[in-house]
């Protein structure tokens, strides 16, 4: 099939990718969100999805459904911090007067390309941040911002390419808040992903810097079943070990995850209370409040972007159908 059609949520234009086994919608102009993956062969949508009558709520916190991307992820301390001799200052919008999920929301994308061929089919759009005047007065240093998302049987591949078009080197660090269904059933559901570490927080979530052990969550290195789980939680992936989750389901349906080991150094897993409905998976380049912790760039993740540079970041989710594997 592999076929890329256009449709409409409350008025914006979608773009749907079609493999014939996953149908993946598109929502460029309103954050270039990936609002919805449906799996044709068990008709069953993979993420939460914004229903029609949500836009007021996706348009004050999209990063409830899909996709979303966070630039950057997680809290910042009151918002501030300062980088190569530049003092950004984010709006503060959580308690205690610091920030949160990082500055890309509802910004209008471009589609730039679309792609159809035997082997799959592709939508590439671009955002540049100097078109944002909200976003120049938090970080003033522009941005260009590709995403090419590909679709090719049961995988969608979303590479993200980021060029520092300013003239004083910029950090950066992003990652994507992905809300993956459990369909009230989490007793059917074990997340298994490599990690080593809790990164321990203050008073106010945010990270002080220091880790402690995982204690019950040990099992996510072996898979831990989701019945009662309550995550709110920051995860160290181990030296040696890659970016990768798998979330099975008990008759052998599962979910890949994964993102480049280069930059993507830490998990973020959300259940929103206790596990019942969704499962957030995440993956962070960098980790909140990074500029302002005394770790080395290597530990946060912080991305040092110089000018004119480019780095590009990309994450997969495929899926799996028990004896049916590819």
């Known amino acids: 099939m592999n076929q890329v059609t256009k449709g409409q949520w409350n008025g914006y234009d979608t773009y749907i990718l079609n493999s014939g086994r996953l149908e993946v919608t598109l929502l460029p102009r309103l954050g270039n969100n990936v609002i919805g993956i449906k799996d044709i062969e068990e008709q069953r949508e993979i993420l939460r999805r914004p229903d029609e009558s949500e836009l007021a709520f996706y348009l004050q916190k999209p990063y409830h459904f899909g996709i979303p991307m966070l630039i950057p992820p997680g809290r910042i301390s009151k918002g501030r911090f300062e980088y190569g001799g530049q003092t950004y200052q984010f709006d503060q919008n959580t308690a205690g007067d610091n920030h949160i999920h990082g500055l890309h929301r509802t910004q209008a994308w471009c589609v730039s390309d679309i792609e159809e061929d035997d082997e799959g089919c592709a939508v590439s759009t671009e955002f540049v941040t100097s078109d944002d005047p909200k976003w120049m007065s938090q970080f003033p240093i522009p941005l260009k911002l590709e995403m090419n998302f590909r679709l090719q049987g049961t995988e969608l591949v979303q590479n993200l390419r980021i060029t520092n078009t300013g ?30 570490s809790i990164y321990t927080l203050n008073n106010e979530l945010i990270p002080t810097g220091d880790t402690s052990a995982l204690g019950h969550l040990e099992g996510l290195n072996t898979g831990l079943n989701l019945k009662d789980t309550d995550l709110d939680t920051i995860l160290k992936i181990p030296e040696g070990k890659p970016a990768l989750a798998l979330l099975k389901r008990d008759d052998g349906y599962e979910i890949h995850y994964s993102a480049d080991r280069q930059y993507f150094k830490h998990w973020v897993l959300y259940t929103k209370g206790q596990a019942e409905e969704f499962l957030c998976i995440e993956p962070y380049t960098w980790l909140p409040n990074a500029p302002n912790l005394n770790l080395s760039s290597a530990e946060t993740g912080l991305i040092h972007l110089e000018a004119g540079a480019s780095v590009e970041l990309q994450t997969r989710i495929r899926v799996l159908h028990g004896a049916n594997v590819d």
């Open 167 to 196: 003239k004083q080197p910029a950090p950066f660090g992003m990652g994507y808040h992905t809300w993956f269904l459990l369909d009230g059933e989490p007793h059917r559901w074990s997340l298994e992903v490599p990690v080593d």
